[in-house]
């Protein structure tokens, strides 16, 4: 599935592989993040594009409003002030355990060379998958008004799959590397009214595997419009062994809390 002429993940042992990993480790380190475009080979994409819609009727929908930092504000600030501002997310997630065992993405998700390269960049060792039966490898899946309003990550990092963009909107939007900054705080309240100097496009198209840094930088997925669905699988990771989520984030993401009897962590 991988194009591994291009990206050569395979075997980080090798010099040819080894020195490739390090390129996008440094990548990373600079930018926040490693952008991996035509990462599936252009047949393996259409069948994973495929396998997913398929999924996609199961997928749990979520509606919120939130802060860019996802947490409760502070009462002791103006409403207008960066940590009191309201943001909207509506977004679905296909669960690991309704993917079948023998789907490509699953296949790709319990492949380790992908785990080990994608360790290497993050400089995280030891690596491996997370063992949530529910968020190990979920598929996020934006209909018509579906939209990720602006936030800054609670996890380190993130690694997302583009198997399938919509029609109109969908955009990945950034701001980078802004917390901790001195005017971190006014950055945002900018960016929320609409200011757009700061904000870069990531050209997220159809087969590209993204490494993103989404605690240091501020980001979104614009509305989506039209009947195509956008599809982007959530590949988890972890540094400890049999980690997995709490009660409250399954039940936010998917609506419930165990897994169906065939949940499988790979």
């Known amino acids: 599935m991988i194009d591994l002429d ?11 592989s080894l020195a490739f990993a390090n390129a996008c480790r440094a990548q990373y380190q600079q930018a926040g993040l490693c952008m991996l ?11 994973l594009a495929n396998e997913a819609s398929s999924f996609s009727e199961k997928a749990f929908f979520c509606k919120s409003t939130h802060n860019a930092y996802l947490d409760d504000g502070n009462a002791k600030t103006a409403d207008t002030a960066a940590e009191n501002r309201q943001e909207q997310t509506v977004v679905g997630s296909v ?7 023998n789907s490509g993405l699953k296949q790709l998700y319990q492949w380790d060379p992908l ?17 949530d039966p529910l968020g190990a490898c ?3 899946v934006f209909i018509d008004g ?4 602006w936030h800054f990550d609670e996890s380190e990092y993130t690694v997302t799959l583009m198997l399938q963009a919509p029609e109109v909107g969908g955009t990945f939007e ?15 309240e900018s960016v929320l009214d609409g200011d757009r100097q700061r904000v870069t496009e990531l050209p997220f198209t159809a087969g590209t595997l993204l490494i993103f840094g989404g605690r240091q930088t501020l980001h ?3 509305r989506v419009s039209g009947s195509r669905p956008r599809l982007v699988p959530v590949l988890c990771y972890a540094e400890e062994p049999d980690l997995v989520n709490s009660d409250r984030v399954r039940q936010l993401f998917w609506g419930r809390t165990v897994g169906t009897n065939n949940a499988t962590s790979g």
């Open 6 to 16: 291009q990206y050569p993940i395979d075997n980080l042992s090798a010099a040819e």
């Open 37 to 47: 475009p035509g990462f599936i080979k252009p047949e393996a994409l259409d069948a």
């Open 95 to 101: 669960a690991y355990d309704y993917i079948p065992q």
């Open 115 to 131: 785990k080990d390269f994608i360790g290497h960049v993050l400089g995280k060792s030891p690596f491996y998958r997370f063992a």
């Open 138 to 140: 979920s598929i996020n």
């Open 146 to 149: 579906g939209e990720h309003g």
């Open 174 to 188: 950034y701001v980078p590397l802004i917390r901790g900054l001195k005017d971190e705080k006014k950055i945002v």
């Open 220 to 222: 979104r997925v614009t």
